[in-house]
């Protein structure tokens, strides 16, 4: 790529010529968002409402822990204590997602605000 000012050849990702100084034509474009990220704020939400079914982990991809969560409150109803251990398990995740402890999926993709 070269500037459109002075012609001196600039990298493509440069936000101005280090040769003149004048802006580059990708100054202008906007920030774009990659939506394939999953979002914070839905999974945070997501475990503190319905979390003790482990809603939240299948939708960070942690099939695993939902899958422990879903069965810790649908079988734990026999025990009783299943589901009380699921919900507030559920809601330490939710908390710590909303506050950034967690703050990856299970692909290793940062969580968008």
Avoid at 2 to 8: E, F, I, P, Q
Avoid at 63 to 87: E, N
Wanted: proline residues 4%; charged residues 15%; contains cysteine.
């Amino acid at each position: 790529m070269y500037c459109h000012n002075c012609g001196k050849e600039i990298d493509e990702k440069a936000v101005i010529c280090v040769h003149c100084g004048v802006p580059t034509p990708n100054f202008n474009q906007k920030a774009t968002v990659d939506m394939t990220l999953k979002s914070k704020l839905a999974a945070g939400l997501l475990a503190i409402f319905v979390g003790s079914l482990g809603i939240h982990n299948f939708y960070l991809g942690y099939t695993g822990k939902a899958i422990a969560q879903l069965l810790l409150t649908v079988v734990g109803w026999i025990i009783i204590f299943g589901p009380v251990v699921s919900a507030v398990w559920a809601l330490v995740e939710g908390i710590m997602i909303l506050t950034g402890s967690i703050y990856q999926d299970a692909e290793g993709r940062p969580l968008r605000d």
